[in-house]
């Protein structure tokens, strides 16, 4: 019934990039068509990247950040954001370092699950092995060291490496302060009441991230604690605790979470509930709308190596009116010739029992 094209219009230099997207919509002769004719502007904005300072700065249509527990919006307003994509060779989780003396000199084979990753000559002394190529998840190291006399030494030294950490020191923010877009995809421009966020995470220890929210508005104040820790090789544990004051109304959220993976199996498990009258800036120009009461997923992925790759998935959210939805997924994926792969997946509905 009609024809649509989606554009984008960017200009770029060294002073940074400005951005407009939109779409052109016309309806076919003689043929009626809903919705809007001609051209709906989306998003337009000015980006400039820090490459120095790793730091974003937008100004325009900009989508807050949020952390895991927290809910992105749409603004028209400025954002500032660390951004370590400027510096794509920067490792920003912590990396395991393997350390030891030589006593005469020595070469080092290290060997990561299983397959040779390095060799290195050390002279007499302390040494500390950080080299390490890209790896994620449970796996071994074997560090292999043999003296002039051909005499060999092998230490096996289990690690657990997951980028939902920071390394210790390393700082990831964003702060956004602006109006709310308002009918996004139905009006050029729609800006409703002023609001702010600010999100931060730090890492306090290789195996702890502080994770920290704030929103407010004319009506809402909203703050929230939480953190990421390593549980030595058995995984990371998450957890966040968030309360808000909206329109007079207080509520709380509790978010809970653990992520566990290897070369062989991956689990992930994550758990929000909400209490009282939780809001957050999503609400503050929709009132009558109520965010879910609780929501809750469990993922499982087993690789079977030749015989390809399953996978299984559990969700179950309950709305703000009560409804319940409950969603059953698995899959099985299996790398075939070339850059070609077979994939199959099957989706039940449990509530309705269908598939």
Do not use: C
């Amino acid at each position: 019934a009609y024809l649509a094209a989606w554009n984008e219009l960017r200009l770029f230099d060294t002073w940074g990039t400005l951005s407009s997207t939109g779409q052109w919509r016309q309806s076919l002769q003689g043929v009626a068509s809903e919705g809007r004719q001609g051209y709906l502007r989306y998003d337009t904005t000015f980006r400039y990247t820090d490459e120095q300072r790793l730091l974003s700065y937008e100004v325009g249509d900009v989508v807050s950040g949020a952390l895991p527990w927290t809910t992105s919006v749409r603004l028209g307003g400025l954002q500032l954001s660390r951004d370590f994509g400027a510096r794509p060779d920067l490792v920003t989780y912590p990396l395991p370092a393997f350390s030891g003396e030589a006593a005469v000199p020595t070469s080092l084979d290290l060997f990561i699950n299983g397959y040779k990753s390095s060799s290195t000559e050390l002279q007499p002394g302390p040494y500390t092995l950080t080299n390490v190529p890209f790896i994620n998840g449970a796996g071994e190291a074997v560090v292999v060291t043999t003296d002039a006399l051909g005499r060999q030494v092998s230490t096996t030294l289990p690690f657990y490496v997951t980028s939902s950490l920071l390394a210790k020191g390393l700082s990831d923010f964003s702060v956004a302060a602006g109006n709310l877009r308002r009918d996004y995809g139905v009006r050029d421009f729609a800006y409703g009441p002023g609001v702010a966020t600010a999100s931060l995470r730090h890492g306090l220890s290789d195996a702890f991230t502080l994770e920290t929210h704030a929103e407010t508005s004319e009506s809402l104040m909203l703050g929230g604690l939480g953190g990421n820790l390593r549980i030595g090789t058995f995984g990371v544990v998450n957890a966040a605790l968030t309360q808000s004051r909206f329109a007079g109304d207080t509520g709380q959220q509790v978010a809970l979470g653990y992520q566990y993976s290897s070369n062989r199996i991956g689990f992930n498990y994550q758990r929000i509930e909400r209490h009282g009258e939780y809001a957050d800036l999503s609400l503050v120009d929709s009132p009558y709308t109520r965010l879910s009461r609780r929501s809750e997923q469990a993922t499982v992925s087993l690789n079977l190596d030749r015989y390809g790759s399953l996978g299984a998935g559990y969700f179950d959210i309950r709305a703000g009116d009560g409804s319940r939805t409950r969603l059953l997924n698995l899959s099985w994926s299996k790398p075939l010739w070339g850059n070609s792969s077979l994939y199959l997946s099957a989706n039940r509905d449990v509530g309705d029992s269908t598939w």
